[in-house]
């Protein structure tokens, strides 16, 4: 009999722990389309995708030491969209599927638990998706490759695999971060604001070259030095605290692999404004050599191993589940998400196949707020537009109007969309 | 369209920056293309009914070894009857809630003292003392008045936090010298033995959230301060 469930991944384990009553860790990918979405179409395309994509197509299960994932017998039954992304996913929502399939107008949204897969894994099953709906609506031809998955062949079990247990490095490294400063604000219960910020990718590639640092870390800095205000603004020089921003790193460039599940981590990088005053210039740079410095093959690998080890120990193995939700949970509160202010998750360029980018005007990636700080931006680049966009659980948007403001200053034209009403 | 404030180009028919909340002029009159339909998603919560079906089932576990001992030892109820309505008193105050997924305070809050008293009066009889309604009752009637007051204040009055906090900790205070008057008429014991101590430091407390409630500079600085 073939498997039918799978183990979370190294990085897919703390997100059912760490889940709280009205708030579980998701992101969410979109490809907008040249015309209104029919929903019929679009549910034959979501069901002819299960047997390639199976870990997408999974309901979270408690078993006695750990969590896993377990093939859904249950459809993924496409809905219309909300008034905004990412709503709580409920531990009875995860028992049917984790996997969220949405419409509205011209757009084709998918939303997915954090354990099944990150951002890269979630657009290649988005943009297949959106292939299998155009050929069933158009009857086009759309060659695989890229973020199109061949649908003909099952899934290689490369893709399946847990790629953070094959490149572990022997040794741990520390997870020694020195708390950073905090956003925060009047919170909303339940309702996200999201503001999408669209950009012409060259005109952020041409400042960010003549700055010479990449896309990401021109973000970052613009972004740092807007908290950098905010923080100056209400909390006296000697109490400020390190502004730091997370920036996830797909390792699969790193280490060549292919899966579909996790396989990301994060580094927070910025600077400690007690120590004076930094440009735009020097914060650019000081961020793009951080990244740099880190992410690299090496370096990740200490990391990963500072999240396979503990879970390789037998006493932590033979531990009720139960047990480790509060202990990871604990671990989480303490040092989970307090190294950094917020996170810039870029996606980069994504391309498609030719038939395909004719009927595909936009695509977007949303990641929600974290459990304790209150927003959050995601971005990715499509067809010469970069979709910036930022989220938040609270009322003030003082954070995205500086973000966007220092933009236009940079001579970067900034169009504005957003969900509030 | 562009925000004269913010500089960022927006969609046509907005009525405001949704960075600045500038007011958009709008000369063609056109509307906004919305990119999210207006409903919204039923609020979920977790349900998470694990922990009260587990605490009752412990519960009615503990009062049937209680009820077996307590007959199979003595043929009667004896010293059982404590330990059964000390169990269902706290079923009443930390698992009755969690069955409901909005359990309502100004409703729970008096149940918990009804089930108090109750308790508080088998005790009474047990023991054959006279000291209920001379001196429980009326402590155990105030302290539901005085926390019904604060939950409802807190639900339904927008606002004003530190006024009913710091109006709270006062009456507080008041309740303390209360008790120690009930516990004179009761028990014939002294006045002011340690209830003074007890209202200047709740009267203090309060007060001081009075203060700084009406001093908006003050409030803003404590604000700064002490976020959390």
């Given at each position: 009999?073939?498997?039918?469930?799978?183990?979370?991944?190294?990085?897919?384990?703390?997100?059912?722990?760490?889940?709280?009553?009205?708030?579980?860790?998701?992101?969410?990918?979109?490809?907008?389309?040249?015309?209104?979405?029919?929903?019929?179409?679009?549910?034959?395309?979501?069901?002819?995708?299960?047997?390639?994509?199976?870990?997408?197509?999974?309901?979270?299960?408690?078993?006695?030491?750990?969590?896993?994932?377990?093939?859904?017998?249950?459809?993924?039954?496409?809905?219309?969209?909300?008034?905004?992304?990412?709503?709580?996913?409920?531990?009875?929502?995860?028992?049917?599927?984790?996997?969220?399939?949405?419409?509205?107008?011209?757009?084709?949204?998918?939303?997915?638990?954090?354990s099944l897969s990150d951002g890269r894994g979630g657009s290649v099953f988005l943009c297949t998706l959106a292939a299998r709906y155009l050929e069933l609506r158009h009857g086009l031809?759309?060659?695989?490759?890229?973020?199109?998955?061949?649908?003909?062949?099952?899934?290689?079990?490369?893709?399946?695999?847990?790629?953070?247990?094959?490149?572990?490095?022997?040794?741990?490294?520390?997870?020694?971060?020195?708390?950073?400063?905090?956003?925060?604000?009047?919170?909303?219960?339940?309702?996200?604001?999201?503001?999408?910020?669209?950009?012409p990718t060259q005109a952020l590639l041409d400042e960010a070259h003549r700055r010479r640092i990449s896309v990401t870390a021109l973000l970052a800095a613009v972004m740092a030095r807007s908290i950098l205000q905010l923080q100056a603004a209400e909390t006296p020089l000697r109490r400020q605290r390190p502004v730091k921003i997370t920036i996830p790193v797909d390792l699969r460039r790193l280490y060549g692999s292919r899966t579909m599940r996790n396989f990301s981590l994060v580094l927070n990088l910025g600077v400690d404004p007690r120590y004076g005053d930094y440009s735009l210039d020097e914060l650019g740079r000081i961020i793009y050599h951080q990244l740099q410095a880190a992410a690299t093959p090496?370096?990740?690998?200490?990391?990963?191993?500072?999240?396979?080890?503990?879970?390789?120990?037998?006493?932590?193995?033979?531990?009720?589940?139960?047990?480790?939700?509060?202990?990871?949970?604990?671990?989480?509160?303490?040092?989970?998400?307090?190294?950094?202010?917020?996170?810039?998750?870029?996606?980069?360029?994504?391309?498609?196949?030719?038939?395909?980018?004719?009927?595909?005007?936009?695509?977007?990636?949303?990641?929600?707020?974290?459990?304790?700080?209150?927003?959050?931006?995601?971005?990715?680049?499509?067809?010469?537009?970069?979709?910036?966009?930022?989220?938040?659980?609270?009322?003030?948007?003082?954070?995205?109007?500086?973000?966007?403001?220092?933009?236009?200053?940079?001579?970067?034209?900034?169009?504005?969309?957003?969900?509030?009403? | 369209m562009y925000c004269v404030k913010c500089g960022v180009k927006l969609q046509p028919g907005v009525e405001s920056c949704p960075l600045c909340h500038t007011p958009v002029w709008n000369p063609e009159g056109k509307t906004e293309e919305k990119r999210y339909p207006a409903s919204l998603p039923e609020r979920t919560r977790e349900a998470d009914l694990s922990g009260a079906v587990a605490f009752t089932i412990l519960s009615a576990v503990a009062i049937l070894v209680t009820l077996t001992v307590c007959f199979k030892l003595y043929g009667a109820l004896a010293w059982g009857g404590y330990v059964i309505l000390g169990i269902a008193l706290f079923y009443v105050l930390a698992v009755l809630p969690r069955w409901f997924r909005h359990p309502r305070g100004e409703v729970f809050v008096p149940v918990d003292h009804a089930a108090a008293a109750a308790y508080v009066l088998y005790i009474c009889l047990k023991t054959g003392g006279h000291w209920f309604l001379s001196f429980a009752f009326p402590v155990i009637a105030c302290s539901a008045l005085l926390s019904t007051a604060m939950v409802c204040l807190l639900k339904y009055v927008r606002g004003g936090r530190l006024f009913i906090f710091g109006g709270f900790l006062m009456l507080c205070g008041g309740?303390?010298?209360?008790?120690?008057?009930?516990?004179?008429?009761?028990?014939?014991?002294?006045?002011?033995?340690?209830?003074?101590?007890?209202?200047?430091?709740?009267?203090g407390a309060g007060l001081f959230l009075l203060i700084v409630g009406m001093i908006p500079s003050l409030r803003s600085s404590m604000e700064k301060r002490f976020f959390f």
């Open positions: 009999m073939a498997k039918n469930w799978y183990r979370l991944d190294t990085a897919g384990l703390i997100f059912p722990a760490i889940a709280r009553r009205d708030w579980s860790n998701a992101f969410r990918v979109s490809a907008t389309l040249d015309e209104p979405i029919d929903p019929d179409t679009l549910q034959r395309a979501a069901d002819d995708l299960r047997p390639r994509f199976p870990s997408f197509y999974v309901t979270l299960r408690k078993g006695a030491f750990w969590y896993y994932l377990e093939h859904s017998s249950a459809r993924v039954l496409v809905r219309q969209d909300y008034a905004y992304p990412l709503s709580f996913m409920s531990s009875a929502e995860l028992k049917q599927n984790c996997l969220r399939i949405l419409y509205y107008q011209n757009r084709i949204a998918v939303e997915c638990f954090h031809t759309i060659p695989p490759g890229g973020m199109v998955a061949d649908l003909s062949q099952p899934p290689p079990p490369e893709e399946l695999e847990d790629s953070f247990l094959k490149n572990a490095a022997p040794v741990a490294a520390s997870r020694r971060e020195e708390k950073s400063y905090r956003l925060h604000g009047t919170p909303e219960h339940g309702f996200k604001t999201l503001t999408t910020g669209l950009v090496q370096n990740m690998a200490g990391m990963i191993a500072a999240n396979v080890q503990p879970q390789q120990l037998t006493v932590l193995r033979l531990t009720p589940v139960g047990v480790k939700n509060f202990v990871m949970n604990q671990v989480y509160r303490a040092s989970g998400e307090s190294g950094g202010c917020l996170n810039i998750s870029n996606l980069g360029n994504v391309e498609l196949p030719e038939p395909m980018r004719r009927h595909v005007r936009r695509l977007e990636f949303i990641i929600g707020p974290q459990r304790s700080y209150p927003n959050n931006c995601s971005v990715l680049s499509y067809g010469g537009t970069t979709a910036i966009n930022m989220i938040r659980s609270i009322r003030e948007s003082e954070l995205e109007r500086l973000f966007f403001s220092h933009l236009v200053e940079l001579g970067i034209p900034v169009e504005i969309e957003c969900n509030r009403r | 309740f303390t010298v209360l008790v120690e008057f009930f516990e004179h008429l009761s028990f014939h014991t002294a006045m002011f033995r340690w209830s003074l101590y007890s209202f200047t430091g709740f009267f």
